[in-house]
């Protein structure tokens, strides 16, 4: 891989990317490449999951742009470099709201448009940031599309999303793709151990979030395994009722984080019910009530997994939530 002069990046700069991008520096080289040979487009959409290190990709890309000494990724610590990464840049800026909101609304790109149309504020180039851009609306994706056609000099647009296929094909036509990739639970681990979280624990909370470095540290700030044994009790009536009637009182992100722990615990239930490694288990201080929930059987487990992954989906794809919470209860109990 093309340094920044030409020469093969040293490790001491690989080092620092993943200081800075922990598991993606690879994919930050494909894009200084593509800077250094003259391919670099100016809009483009970052795939990845919750965690995989989106942000901090898009923060690495700005500092590329806008380096004050023009080392980075070196170790550089310039005023533009730490501007960038505390947010505070004039020519660097994220948008698209509360990502826990259903949707992206026109006026939001509207405010994306004026800022782009001005100038740079230092002079090199502007980087505007969407979050959550699958959940541009038709007329927000359509005003977005007078952007990707016609750029202003020296400006780029990135498009952070977990599933691409719901932007509009004329905007994903537009944008070159980069794909992250996800973290082991060895990066994870270390990262967490590097956040002064000791190896067994932060091992423990890799192994518990999938890899997923922002879950995982969730689950480091909340005694969580007291709640999930809660869970466990609501879960193990049979009924669904009690778990949809605390949901239907949480905000949207919050009902997801919720399906997906129950997810997480069903999946659980299903290794012990199957006779699977223990080590596969993640909520591992409730192996004892995972295997009284895999007394109701592999196919009970089965289809109700596969309600909590329908519903998962369609709160992704904005379904209204009080709907998509009372199809579940319905189904649920059949």
Known sequence: MLGRF????????????????????????????????????????????????????????????????????????CSSCRRVQSGQHPDFRYFGGDESKRSIAIAEIRSLLEWMGFKSFEGKAKIAVLKGSERLTQEAGNALLKLLEEPPVSSYLILLA????????????????????????A???????????????????????????AVAMELSEANDEKEIREFLRKVSL??????????????????????????????????????????????????????????????????????LLEADRALRSNANQKLVLTRLEMMWDQ
């Open 6 to 77: 030409g020469g093969t990046l040293k490790k001491s700069s690989n080092s620092y990317l993943n200081e800075l991008i922990p598991g993606q520096a690879a994919v930050f080289e494909r894009l200084l490449s593509m800077k250094e040979t003259g391919a670099l487009g100016q809009s483009f959409i970052f795939v990845g999951g919750a965690g995989w290190g989106k942000y901090a990709l898009s923060r690495a890309f700005a500092r590329m742009l806008l380096c004050g000494n023009g080392t980075f990724p070196g170790f550089c610590e």
């Open 162 to 185: 977990e599933n691409p296929k719901r932007l509009l094909e004329t905007i994903r036509s537009r944008c070159s793709f980069i794909r992250l990739r996800p973290p082991s639970l």
């Open 187 to 213: 990066e994870a681990g270390k990262q967490l151990e590097n956040g002064g979280i000791s190896r067994e624990r932060a091992l423990y909370l890799a192994r518990k979030s999938g890899g997923n470095f």
């Open 238 to 307: 049979g009924s669904a009722q009690p778990l949809i009637a605390l949901w239907q009182k949480l905000e949207r992100a919050e009902i997801v984080k919720n399906i997906r722990n129950t997810q997480q615990i069903f999946r659980d239930a299903l290794v012990l019910a199957v006779g699977g490694s223990e080590d596969q288990v993640l909520f591992q201080e409730s192996r004892n009530e995972l295997s009284s929930l895999g007394r109701e059987g592999i196919p009970r487990l089965l289809r109700k997994l596969g309600y």
